[in-house]
Each structure stands twice: as C-alpha cells, then as structure tokens.
C-alpha cells in the first residue's frame, strides 16, 4: 500500500469534512488505490476496507499506534501501545464469496453498501436486522432475534476485521475487557491534523517566498522543512 501524498492528504481533508464516515473510507481507499473501480469498492466485505485502511494509515503515518480507553468498571484511563503493521498481519481478508447458512437460509458477508442502507434505521437493534437482512443471498429476508445472534458470531470469525478489538487490563482494578479500534475515525483524526500542519506550512512558504500550494506541496517533507527552517 502506497502512502498518500501531501496533495491527496490535503484532498482528503477537504472533501471528508462534508462525508459520511464510510464514505470518507471509501475516497481515502480510492485515492490510494487507483487500479479498483471506484465505485466496487463499496461492495467490498467491511473486513476488507478496514484491512486495506489499516494498511494505507500504516503507510501514511506509521505503523505504531499509541492511544487509550477507559476501564469499564472503575473509568481508569489506560493506555496501549500497538504496531499496526503485527496487528494488521494477524487479520486474515475475508473470502469475497463467503457464505453462511442457518436454518435453510443463507446469508453473504456484510459490505460498506449494506452498512450504509442499515444506518437507515433509528436504534441499534433495527440497523442489525437492517444490515442481516440486506445480506440475505437472494433478496432481503427478515431476521429472528436469535439469528441475529447467531449471525452476527459467525460473520465475525469469517471477517475478523470488520470489528478490531485490542485485549485490555486495567492496572488499577484488574478488569480485562476488548476495546474497539475504530480505524476510520483513528485514520480521520491523523489526517485532519497533518492537514492542519500542511495548511500551516503553505501559509508560511506562500507568505515568505510567493509560491503556489501545488508547489510547496509537490516538496518533499525534508525540503519543507528545511524551507520553514531558513524562514524562522
């Protein structure tokens, strides 16, 4: 996965402020990944876009992610420390043709085009019978309570990173819990504060040399900076 550049992180930041989440996923993928048909993208297991995020966020701004979560049970703040690339090695791509089946049914892995249709929906049970039913092979089809269950257990074995979750223990109770690594907004947060950094860079070479921001952009890192050096 190649990194986005400077003119793209800059793109990404404009266009994403005004994007569903998902769809701010979709542009940064299609940005990164030019050889696919924008518009297939969508129609990709949910396990394959945050795979293929993880790694383009990997490339873009390293593999180490540092961050926090709050212990359940007495709300201490602790911290984690993972390489996203070991973390991204250990979640397989789910096959695109895979399919499960439960009491006669059968029921394909949900993409980001089914997601986007269950958000339709007001409360957290209705997107889950919203998203199953969207994924029923052969036409939507209504979910019992205990499919839902069921389901939901067996697309999360065959598509592992559809929801990432890092082990946690709290030093201070003792408490062990799974914390979900939101990688769109994790990848959001990163680019909307190299944007800002970029912005600033612009501002300043624009102002001390007369340059344009597709030139100062096109820079290397290393020249910028260097340029911001000799400009105080």
Request: proline residues 6%.
């Amino acid at each position: 996965m190649r990194p986005l550049s400077a003119s793209q992180l800059l793109f990404l930041w404009d266009a994403g402020q005004r994007r569903h989440p998902i769809d701010r996923a979709l542009l940064a993928l299609a940005l990164a990944l030019p050889e696919e048909a924008p518009e297939g993208l969508a129609d990709h297991p949910v396990g394959w876009r945050e795979a293929r995020l993880l790694a383009l966020r990997n490339a873009t701004f390293g593999a180490q992610l540092d961050g926090y979560d709050a212990c359940p049970r007495c709300g201490a703040m602790m911290e984690f420390s993972v390489d996203g690339n070991t973390l991204l090695a250990a979640l397989p791509l789910p096959a695109p043709d895979a399919v499960i089946e439960l009491d006669g049914g059968r029921w394909r892995l949900p993409s980001s085009r089914d997601q986007a249709l269950a958000l339709e929906a007001d409360d957290p049970e209705s997107v889950a019978r919203n998203l199953l039913a969207c994924c029923h092979v052969g036409g939507k089809e209504a979910v019992s309570p205990a499919q839902i269950a069921s389901l939901e257990a067996r697309m999360e074995a065959l598509d592992p990173a559809a929801n990432i979750h890092l082990g946690m223990h709290c030093s201070d109770c003792g408490q062990r819990w799974d914390a979900l690594l939101d990688v769109g907004n994790w990848f959001w947060d990163e680019v909307v504060a190299c944007a800002r950094d970029l912005l600033n860079t612009v501002h300043r070479l624009a102002r001390a040399y007369g340059w344009r921001e597709s030139d100062i952009l096109a820079l290397s890192p290393a020249r910028r900076a260097a340029y911001l050096d000799l400009v105080g």
